[in-house]
């Protein structure tokens, strides 16, 4: 039973893990590892220190030995005082705090909004994507598919319904689900199961009552030698509507093709022009028809569309865009969408999914609306601009006051640097770091019109459509 979800009746559990084992214990560690890592943008203050600090020092030798021969009497106490002022000013604090205290700051505050980095390179990495992939089903659509429609060859609704739904009870596909619920809601007795195969990425093989029965897209009766060209036009009509058709034979003769409804969530058309507002481009992967899925992909303001996409084949497509130089995100729900989502040099998954796909990913969206890809790209974005920011004011500021500490405006200006002024001003640099990181603390979650999609199916239409499941 692990890792299996309850979707209908009552489930009685025993807990076995407390403490640490919580989920809220595994969501804090996580926050913790982000906090705690270091960013590759983090090498570079690294190898930036790494030169500096020497550098300095021997800027305060030559500062001591030049005015302990030439400075004023007492020439010892005026070359120590420069000497010292010089190792003070430039002590590189402020560097060491410019990456780890934004990062502290912006994976804690995109926590707080739902978002959880589940690794410190991804807030860095995810600012750098032009490209976000989504997983149709689930992910942009509401992911509970209804029946809406159900033509027949032969005009026996009820026959077909009751024996496709027979089928369907043996699978956990939420086409399926959707073909077995409408059933119901129409009282028909389902007949038990005598045998059930199912063929990813194609459909489902069934034995019921002794007939032979298939169920799935047209790939499958393609490979099965199943002639289905009566039933073609209205599979295209359904497809144009954004509907996704399911054909159905028994004993190898086609009888119906079945409509099923999958609508996209409301938040998502604005998502896409949020991302698009932002550069980024938006594509889409589903194993739909390709007239469903552009359908499906024009009512988001997609453009870029995968489809009949075989479940194994996502983190080929991914693979293939990232050939192209593309920086990618992929953002999916389900469990063939893991391998993808490891693919992707930033995988987000959405929280109301699979454990596999949030294990896979590199960032969560704990709350499940699409707003959180925003956020997290937002957030990303954000903390990267902020370390950069306090890396260049933390450098400017030693390189700055470095030369004022080594006494070499005195002789014209009578300008020296008092140690303790220079200690004061070295804190000063540090607050200023993490003064300027807490400003992420004002980052807000993104804001999306949630609008209903007016042009998906929301009823049943025709004689023969089948009562829709709710």
Known sequence: VGGTVNQHGQLRVTATQVGKQTVLAQIIRSVERAQGSKLP???LADRVVQVFTPVVIVIAIVTFLAWLALGPDPAITFALVSAVAVLVVACPCAMGLATPAAIMVGSGRAAELGVLYRKGEALETLSHID???FDKTG??????PRLTDVHTLHGDTNRVLRMAAAAENGSEHP????????????GLDLPPLDAFEAIPGYGIRATIEGCRVLIGAMRLMTREQIHVRALEQQAERDAADGKTPVFIAVDGVAQAVLA????????????????RRRGIQVAMITGDSRKTAAAIARRAGIDQVHAETLPDGKADVVKAMQAEGRKLAFVGDGINDAPALAQADVGIAVGSGTDIAIEAADVTLTRGDLGGVITALDVA????STIRGNLFWAFIYNILLIPVA??????WFGLHLNPMVAGLAMGLSSVFVVGNSLRLRRLRSATLTNRSDADAPTGLTGSNAAQAAV
Do not use: C, H, N, W
């Open 406 to 411: 080594t006494g070499i405006f005195y002789p």
């Open 41 to 43: 943008i983090q090498g």
């Open 131 to 133: 490209t976000v992939v």
């Open 381 to 384: 974005r954000k903390t990267l």
């Open 175 to 186: 086409l399926g689900l959707a073909v077995v619920a409408a059933a119901r809601e129409r």
């Open 139 to 144: 992910t942009l659509t509401e992911g509970r």
């Open 260 to 275: 099923i409804a999958d609508p996209l969530k409301a938040e998502a058309a604005s998502m896409v022009q949020a991302l």
